[in-house]
């Protein structure tokens, strides 16, 4: 089942719900979806924190990875896998704030 505008990633028939282990990802929410690009909001809250009290940067990988996937998946209407993935932090979330991540495909088929 594609993901609506307004769904969140829990709404989803397959995995959030079947100890991926990713259980912070639950209240994704998708804001706004076009053909090859959808763009997703989460509040930021401590389940999200590293020791310093700012999201943890491997939870920012974590959404890369698969907000991506997700945004893939309703385009080719299959299961996909990550090949490849780089980050690069252009600041610190700090709890409450609103991340806003908008995933556009470019490329989707054999790598």
Request: with cysteine.
């Amino acid at each position: 089942m594609p993901l609506k505008v307004g769904d969140k990633l829990s709404d989803l028939s397959f995995g959030f719900d079947k100890g991926f282990g990713v259980a912070e990802i639950k209240d994704v929410r998708c804001k706004a979806k076009e053909k090859n690009r959808m763009v997703f909001t989460l509040k930021v809250g401590p389940e999200h924190m590293n020791a310093l009290q700012t999201m943890h940067g491997a939870f920012a990988m974590l959404l890369l990875d698969v907000l991506t996937t997700v945004t893939t998946m309703d385009l080719v209407m299959k299961p996909t896998v990550s090949v490849n993935m780089a980050g690069q932090y252009q600041g610190a979330a700090k709890p409450g704030e609103e991340l806003v991540m908008d995933c556009r495909v470019e490329k989707a088929g054999k790598s």
